[in-house]
């Protein structure tokens, strides 16, 4: 079985939908998908969205939940967030600071629901979605699995600090290479990396051979392709 953690729908700034993963999925040879809206005008249209794809009901498919931090309070987000396999944050797009204090009361929620986050994680122009800055969440919060996409910008000091943080985990998303993946799969593990393509950022077919290339054992790309995104997921 293989599992892509990072997919997404929408219409902008790339038309998506679920039909279209499902059809790449096919043609690649993956068998689930979690997914999420791309950046929406509002955080109530990424919430939409994240409905819409509930809704289908398909197996194929492990819905995120979406949404703006800054527009939708701990209460709220308790009443939404039935049914969903675990939670997408995009700092840079949403225009937040995860270390803020005002949202504890998120975070605290995450913790006690018990379902990971994937949060938008790479060096760029906006300071939030620093990986190394972000690894303070995985500490503060430590009841909560953390997958930092984007391979947290294949950062040495991310990596190093890591390491020690057993509710950590990386996508292996745009950033990643087969011979950057053999490297930390030798310095960090292979149990906390999960195969991720950002469809339709990028291409799945080209990101999964990203691990199939790499010089790993197969039972480590089995951990990347399926079992660690199982294990967090309790599939």
Partial sequence: MVIDIHTHTGNKPIRSTLNDIAASMKAY???KSAVSPM???SSSMLIAESKRNLSANDARFLC???FDPNRVHVDELMGISNGFDG???HPRSEKFNPLDKKFKGMFRFFEDAGKPVLIHSRKEDYPYSDPVMMLKLAKRYAGTNFIFGH????SDRFFDDAYALDNVFVDTSIVSSP??????????GADRMLFGSDFPFSDQEIELLKIKKAGIKDSQKDMILHSNAA?????
């Fill in 64 to 66: 995120f939940l979406r």
């Fill in 151 to 154: 391979f947290a910008s294949d």
């Fill in 29 to 31: 040879g993956i068998d």
């Fill in 87 to 89: 939670f997408k944050l």
């Fill in 231 to 235: 294990r967090l997921l309790s599939i």
């Fill in 179 to 188: 011979k950057i993946i053999e490297f930390r799969v030798d310095s960090f």
């Fill in 39 to 41: 950046r929406q005008p």
